[in-house]
């Protein structure tokens, strides 16, 4: 089982990016799935999850209305479209997929290996 984070980059204040994160391996299709970010110096964060239906997400505070997450119908792809970014966005995004039903899941089974996200002022 794999997870591949890809998307990441350099991206100037008030620009936008999209990250993606494909499974191999196995199928999700029960699973929920999140985005995790950890900046230099910092703990790892909760972004922002969607449950494996997509009918539900939730988002950090510090993101709301600026990101959104979503997933592919086949269900094992996970985006995170990033709007308005801004220098305090600049961290390692880590995507990662849970089979734990509770809401929001309170712990995740499977990591990729993070995607450098740059924002400069």
Known sequence: VQLQAFGGGLVQAGGSLRLSCAASGR??????????RQAP???????????WS????????FVKGRFTISRDSAENT????????????????YCAFTSHTTWPPDEYDYWGQGTLVTVSS
């Open 78 to 93: 996970v985006y995170l479209q990033m709007n308005s970014l801004k220098p305090e966005d600049t961290a390692v995004y």
């Open 54 to 61: 997509g009918s539900r997400s939730t988002y950090a505070d």
């Open 41 to 51: 110096g910092k703990e790892r964060e909760f972004v922002a999850g969607i449950n």
């Open 27 to 36: 199928t999700f299709r029960l699973y929920s799935k999140g985005w995790f």
